[in-house]
């Protein structure tokens, strides 16, 4: 079991969640994932680690409030356990002195950007980190990823914070002002393959990290196999980040909705379960 140290809403369907995983955080690297039990008969489903304290022995990890799964996250509170933790999993990002790095992250991307980012810097690279939403309250850790780089910049979709603009165009302009030599995305498939797209034009290497569906996290059961390159990869052994100009983001996005109605009738059952209780109450 595994003690919730905080649990905490920080958007209308994003929270953030401290626990303590004392083996986790003394051994993840950026770029690395756990996965969770929220009880013993529930679904396992992967999350980027987005900080640790080794001293304390927590993780911090944040997420989206969209099934079954993480509803029933978001009703848990300090005091209470996760049944399991499992990780530090997934090939830890590659971090060397490149130059110029940006970072992108877009919603909840943002979170698995922050340690890479900081990492960054760490190796003494120039780190340029963008962050973006759809609309304002959609985004997160600001403070924190624009205390660890040189520079960031804040898009929103909508114009209700930052610049009204998409992630892309905030890249386009920094390639051409200065020479870039890394680009990481994380994010929304559609996001990250429109910054390839980009990042290709201009020869730029660019990380992607992959949130395929993921069931044992250990390559076994073959659930997160994207194609990259021409050839099958498994997100949880191989990645989780790839060379973004090599991976089938169609063929991704795809992948992603296949268990989409699913997802909707337990979610649905699951909320009628929890009125039946409340009107019995």
Do not use: W
């Amino acid at each position: 079991m595994h003690k919730i140290i905080s649990n905490e809403l920080i958007s209308p369907n994003t929270a953030k969640m401290v626990v303590e995983a004392p083996y986790v955080a003394q051994h993840r690297k950026a770029g690395q994932f756990i996965i969770l039990r929220v009880n013993e008969t529930g679904e396992r489903i992967p999350l980027t680690i987005a900080d640790s304290d080794a001293d304390t022995g927590t993780i911090t990890l944040f997420y989206q409030i969209v099934g079954k799964t993480t509803t029933d996250m978001s009703k848990l509170t300090a005091g209470d356990a996760l049944t399991d933790v499992a990780g530090p999993l997934g090939h830890p990002t590659d971090i060397q002195n490149f130059g110029t790095v940006v970072c992108v992250g877009g919603g909840i991307g943002v979170a698995p950007v922050y340690p890479i980012s900081s990492a960054m810097k760490q190796a003494g690279n120039r780190v340029i980190n963008i962050i973006g939403a759809r609309t304002k309250h959609l985004l997160i850790m600001e403070n924190e990823i624009g205390a660890i780089g040189d520079e960031i910049i804040v898009c929103t979709d909508d114009g209700s914070y930052g610049r009204k603009a998409f992630v892309t165009e905030a890249l386009e302009e920094i390639i051409a002002r200065e020479p870039v030599h890394l680009v990481v995305a994380i994010g929304p498939v559609p996001m990250m393959k429109a910054l390839c797209n980009l990042t290709r034009k201009h020869d730029i290497h660019t990380m992607v990290s992959l949130n395929a569906v993921m069931v044992d996290g250990t390559g076994m059961c073959g659930g997160c196999r994207v194609s990259v390159g021409g050839e099958t990869k498994f997100t949880c052994v191989d990645g989780p980040e790839f060379d973004g100009h090599q991976v089938d983001f169609d063929e991704l996005s795809t992948r992603l909705t296949s268990y989409r109605e699913q997802e909707q009738e337990s979610i649905a059952a699951h909320e009628c379960k929890l009125e039946g209780v409340t009107g019995n109450a």
